[in-house]
């Protein structure tokens, strides 16, 4: 952590690489609005990702999952055998000292596509503040380090 926050200069090693994951098997798909930028699956395609991020000596990665269903809540983004939560595990395992960000965001895990649990047309920011609180809980003991809420909430 502290390489990535000190001095005022900018190096490799104080950059953090997107990745996005997907479910599937071998999957490494170009993302179009992103020229350059792949959704990948969690497997070999992930681990060369990582191994690319380690060779160049970047700070780290950060998750973004896409889920293979959506619910109101966005429920696979706290699940246990969620896409965020198998690919934090595969790369703690294989690179333990990789440091691992992850996006606590509902948006791409609802049906509705905001960031938060609606009541009717309106979102519930306590409903939602529990459902981020989880998804924050459960990336970390899959293995992240770092948890980015970038849910547009308050609180």
Known sequence: ???????HSLAAGQLIQPIFVVHGTGVEREIGSMPGVFHLSVDDKLDRESDRV???????VILFGIPAAKDE???ENYADDGIVQ???????E????????????CCEYTSHGHCGVLAGETVDNDAT???LGRVAVSHARAGADI??????MDG
């Open 54 to 60: 380690r060779a160049v000596g970047l700070g780290g």
């Open 1 to 7: 952590m502290r390489r990535l926050v000190r001095e």
């Open 94 to 105: 294989r690179s333990p000292d990789l440091l691992l960000f992850t996006d606590v965001c």
């Open 86 to 92: 198998r690919a934090l595990r595969r790369l703690r």
């Open 147 to 152: 948890v980015a809420p970038s849910g547009m």
């Open 129 to 131: 503040l529990d459902v």
């Open 73 to 75: 809540v966005g429920s």
